[in-house]
């Protein structure tokens, strides 16, 4: 068991090691066992992660809604991959579109002053997934691109943004991959 005790595919055992909600989005698939684990398998599931990463739901979420999450997942994949497959960009373009962050200019006539409002956005799936696609958007034309790493562990697909100040992060955690690498290596200098 690669996980052992730290990640089940029960609710709330998600992953947030990325750094960045859109790492930690596509790191809703894992691997266990050497498989592939889609923490992501029902509505259910996709309800806890929004509540994992504090986006509160205004109301349930219906299969379409879960399958345009994992289409959008698996473009945005992709295009932190370093593809640039044109199909994932327009994808990914489309949910952008749905982007409405609800800014609001207001004049306060006590103030004689203008003032720039955050309204409540509406806590929908799909404008959940517009914040994403913009998110990613963002983070792929960002001077941090270059700092997304893919765990060092060639058993793990875990993604992270490497925030730390020698840029030397190699595991998505070291609970997780960094301990057992080092354990394999020690192992191995007992065995030589
Ligand atoms: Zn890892």
């Given at each position: ?18 750094n960045h909600?859109?790492i ?55 295009c932190l991959n370093a ?56 983070l792929l034309c960002s001077d941090q691109v270059k700092n997304i790493k893919n ?8 993604m992270f943004l490497d925030t730390s100040?020698t840029k030397k992060r ?23």
């Amino acid at each position: 068991m690669i996980y052992s005790g730290y990640m089940k595919t029960t609710n709330n055992n998600f992953v947030l090691v990325g750094n960045h909600i859109v790492i930690d989005f596509v790191n809703t698939q894992i691997m266990e066992d050497a498989l592939l684990v889609e923490l992501l398998s029902t509505q259910e599931d996709l309800k806890s992660w929004c509540e994992s990463v504090d986006y509160e739901l205004d109301k349930d979420i219906t299969s379409d809604e879960l399958a345009s999450v994992i289409e959008l997942r698996q473009c945005i994949y992709n295009c932190l991959n370093a593809s640039n497959n044109q199909d994932d960009i327009a994808k990914i373009n489309e949910y952008i579109s749905k982007h409405r962050p609800n800014n609001l200019l207001t004049f306060n006539k006590a103030q004689n002053s203008f003032n720039l409002t955050h309204e409540r956005c509406a806590h929908t799936i799909e404008s959940l997934l517009g914040k994403l696609a913009y998110e990613c958007a963002k983070l792929l034309c960002s001077d941090q691109v270059k700092n997304i790493k893919n765990c060092s562990n060639p058993h793990c697909v875990l993604m992270f943004l490497d925030t730390s100040r020698t840029k030397k992060r190699r595991w998505c955690s070291m609970e997780i991959c960094g301990n057992r690498a080092k354990a394999a290596k020690h192992y191995k200098k007992q065995l030589s």
